[in-house]
């Protein structure tokens, strides 16, 4: 399923954030102009930001497992290059030649590139817009790498061996990376939960039962009050969490959206439910 997923452009990105960033502003415009700043607005304001960021949350994801579905075929790629120029191959004919195997999503890249050979575009540029194309790390340094190995000549199949291992020792590093920052992600998560639980229990066995007191009943906030200041504060916990999760969990902000969202939402069932 990974490899069927398309390729999200700058451009469409872009494109949803304008519109749902249109729609979280408008929709908060008109929830301040019917409530003003009252209970029914701070929901409005949250159901905005959840519009404001799940479209491009999604097409994050899409694009993020299209990126690692390319990598992840580069080691076979240059596997194919080396056999096919130890058949006696130039470098342009094993890289159309491997452009009819299939590499996932690196198999359509790969014929627009043997496409743009055959309509009379350089070797050297055709694969300099594969990589811009692409644009995954591992593609822009590899692309400079095969560019002076055909530059040099003589057996190149000896320059692509380990640029593949290379290739395939990043993956398993990125890997590794990932399942070592799995626990400090769940912690993040725990950390939110338990949160949650603790904010509800006080507010169930404390805070309530204190306004019953005719001593310190009028000295505390109303619980409807410390209900919507809980709510802010949830909200606030979950977004910014989100991103550190990301940022641990992926190395990018863009990529903490999604536990973001979930957290988000979480924390709003649970108030709601609950409180």
């Known amino acids: 399923m990974v490899t069927k ?7 469409k990105k872009k494109i949803a954030w304008i519109f749902s960033f249109s729609v979280a502003v408008t929709l908060i415009i008109l929830g301040y102009l019917k409530w003003g700043f009252t209970e029914v607005f701070d929901e409005f304001v949250f159901f905005a930001v959840i519009i404001a960021f ?6 994050n994801i899409i694009d993020y497992r299209w990126r690692r579905a390319v990598d992840s075929h580069l080691p076979d790629l240059f596997r194919s290059i080396v056999q096919a120029q130890e058949t006696g191959m130039t470098l342009p004919q094993a890289l159309e030649e491997a452009s009819k195997r299939k590499y996932g999503p690196l198999t359509a890249e790969l014929k627009k590139m043997t496409a743009q050979i055959s309509w009379g575009m ?60 799995r626990p400090y ?39 409807a009050e410390i209900e919507r200041m809980f709510f802010h504060m949830t909200i606030i916990q979950a977004f910014f ?10 190395g990018t902000i863009n990529a903490g959206l999604k536990h973001s969202l979930v957290m988000m939402l979480c924390g709003y069932l649970a108030l709601k439910i609950f409180l």
């Open 185 to 223: 992600i769940a912690i993040i998560y725990v950390a939110f939960f338990v949160y949650l639980f603790t904010i509800i229990l006080l507010f169930k066995s404390f805070f309530v039962t204190m306004e019953d007191l005719p001593l310190l009943g009028n000295a505390v906030m109303a619980p």
């Open 54 to 59: 799940f479209p491009p949350t999604i097409l």
């Open 122 to 181: 350089n070797f050297e540029e055709a694969l300099l817009a594969l990589g811009k194309r692409v644009n995954t790390v591992l593609m822009q340094r590899t692309v400079p790498l095969i560019i002076e190995a055909g530059r040099s000549g003589g057996r190149v199949e000896r320059v692509f061996e380990p640029i593949g291992k290379f290739v395939q020792t990043t993956l398993l590093l990125d890997k590794e990376r990932r399942n070592q920052t």
């Open 241 to 250: 969490g989100g991103l550190v999760a990301g940022k641990m969990g992926e």
């Open 5 to 11: 997923m398309p390729k999200i452009e700058k451009r």
